[in-house]
């Protein structure tokens, strides 16, 4: 596995989105091969709930779902969404 950096809720604060995605993809492959091979050590339980807390607030299925509406209908989409820091929007 590649080594990076975990993320905190301080960090995805200060990220936008649109720079948050390749990290999230990046710990997610992390987390998934340690615990496809239990290796899943005491105190994981926590960094998982916190990544995963990330992750699903910078995937927010709901906006991506009026989003592709939006385009459907010919109506801008929110660019803020994108990039906008998550601390900025009050979403982390």
């Known amino acids: 596995m590649s080594s990076f950096e975990r993320l905190t809720i301080e960090e995805a604060r200060t990220l936008t989105r649109a720079e948050l995605l390749p990290r999230i993809e990046e710990e997610q492959k992390y987390w998934y091969h340690r615990i496809q091979r239990c290796m899943m050590q005491p105190g994981d339980d926590e960094a998982f709930k916190t990544f995963n807390k990330i992750m699903h607030i910078a995937a927010d299925p709901g906006h991506a779902s009026s989003d592709t509406e939006a385009l459907l209908q010919g109506r801008p989409l929110d660019e803020d969404y994108w ?8 979403e982390l």
């Open 83 to 90: 990039r906008t820091p998550l601390g900025e929007l009050g």
